[in-house]
T-cell receptor, first 110, second 113 residues
Framework: GQNIDQPTEMTATEGAIVQINCTYQTSGFNGLFWYQQHAGEAPTFLSYNVLDGLEEKGRFSSFLSRSKGYSYLLLKELQMKDSASYLC???????????FGTGTRLQVTL | KAGVTQTPRYLIKTRGQQVTLSCSPISGHRSVSWYQQTPGQGLQFLFEYFSETQRNKGNFPGRFSGRQFSNSRSEMNVSTLELGDSALYLCASNPREFPPEQYFGPGTRLTVT
């Protein structure tokens, strides 16, 4: 089976940096996804990591350590519009489906 | 390119009824997946269709079923509705077999009373 853990809620200040962690347990790792979901909206794809290391995409970066079963999403120069839930997800084996964590609700304050 | 569309967006049904939800994937995407999202359980996979065949199935009772048509449009059906079926039902399409980079539609908010 698979198990994914994320903190439930986080709060950060506008302009700051925040790191959202995700730990997972799975047999047969085939990459990890991060999605952003604003309240009342559909999740949107942010990143996909399959190799160890940091991948940067503008203000958002995603890190993966396969040996530790650990990933994080780093958001820099936080903006109010970054207030959303952030979901990490992994595919079980090579199946074309995703198992999602429960998500981390990030609130950005002034 | 148009995104994933789902109809209806909102639905209210009573216990015991059945419901059919519709999803049109992004043009060219042949894989369509359905997910249920609730505050308590989060996003949970229901099933995935590819070229009109169910390729993956989640851990949901047989009351939940789906199908895919030759034009890749998909429907899911829930029979004998229960209060616990109240949820946001999300459809996602995928441009390739793997990795499953899901592109989600806006969802159908189902309320069972």
């Amino acid at each position: 089976g698979q198990n994914i853990d994320q903190p439930t809620e986080m709060t950060a200040t506008e302009g700051a940096i925040v790191q959202i962690n995700c730990t997972y347990q799975t047999s047969g790792f085939n990459g990890l996804f991060w999605y952003q979901q604003h309240a009342g909206e559909a999740p949107t794809f942010l990143s996909y990591n399959v190799l160890d290391g940091l991948e940067e995409k503008g203000r958002f970066s995603s890190f993966l350590s396969r040996s530790k079963g650990y990933s994080y999403l780093l958001l820099k120069e936080l903006q109010m519009k970054d207030s959303a839930s952030y979901l990490c997800a992994i595919p079980p084996g090579t199946a074309s489906k995703l198992t999602f964590g429960t998500g981390t609700r990030l609130q950005v304050t002034l | 390119k148009a995104g994933v569309t789902q109809t209806p967006r909102y639905l209210i049904k009573t216990r015991g009824q059945q419901v059919t939800l519709s999803c049109s994937p992004i043009s060219g995407h042949r894989s369509v997946s359905w997910y249920q999202q609730t505050p308590g359980q989060g996003l949970q996979f229901l099933f995935e269709y590819f070229s009109e065949t169910q390729r993956n199935k989640g851990n949901f009772p047989g009351r939940f079923s789906g199908r895919q048509f030759s034009n890749s449009r998909s429907e899911m059906n829930v029979s004998t509705l229960e209060l616990g079926d109240s949820a946001l039902y999300l459809c996602a399409s995928n441009p390739r077999e793997f990795p499953p980079e899901q592109y989600f539609g806006p969802g159908t908010r189902l309320t069972v009373t």
